[in-house]
């Protein structure tokens, strides 16, 4: 297993697409807050070169640890994402830095899939993310986890603005 996912350009002199088939660890956890844990990541691709450029495509797959955004609770969430980057090579390939390309550019001769593996994890995971789509949550008067046994809570919720109709009808005599 890799700690850094790295492959130099003097590797392309074949001119042959090289395989890819490794694990990497990422440093997910200080990425997003509800990710706790997360296991090295596989990567199944292929990079390819074409002139000054090199392509990187592939599969990414793995498992993160996340606390749930209703319960609190951890579990396991696994993933799959596809992943397709393209990088350039400062020796005469096209300008990086016109902002209209999506080129990354090789740094001391070397591309550098981790930053692009981590941001393609992150952007696909959702937006709620729950254990389950049938979690209950916590209560919001006691604090129980309501997953794992009902506490008996009656939660009124009343919208403040109407409050004062409901205390009209409350006191009609």
């Known amino acids: 297993m890799f700690s850094r996912l790295e492959l130099h350009k003097n590797d392309f002199l074949k001119g042959n697409p090289i395989t890819i088939d490794t ?3 990422l440093d997910l956890v200080k ?6 844990g997360a296991s090295p990541v596989h990567f199944t691709g292929t990079a390819t070169k074409m002139a000054h450029l090199y392509v990187v495509e592939g599969d990414v797959t ?18 799959q994402v596809m992943v397709k980057e393209t990088f350039v090579d400062a020796e005469g390939g096209p300008d990086v830095q016109d902002g209209e390309t999506d080129y990354f550019p090789l740094i001391e001769d070397k ?16 937006q709620a993310i729950r254990c389950s789509d049938q979690c209950q949550g916590i209560c919001p008067e006691c604090g129980t986890n309501r997953n794992e046994k009902n506490c008996g809570c009656v939660v009124k ?7 004062a109709l409901g205390d009209l009808f ?3 005599e």
């Open 157 to 163: 919720r009343v919208d403040p603005r109407w409050a």
């Open 23 to 25: 694990n990497v660890q």
């Open 170 to 172: 409350n006191n009609k």
């Open 31 to 36: 990425r997003h807050i509800q990710i706790v």
């Open 111 to 126: 591309i550098q899939l981790d930053p692009s593996l981590q941001s393609a994890i992150l952007l696909s995971l959702p």
């Open 62 to 79: 793995g498992e993160l640890t996340l606390d749930c955004a209703r319960c609190l609770t951890p579990f396991p969430y696994h993933y």
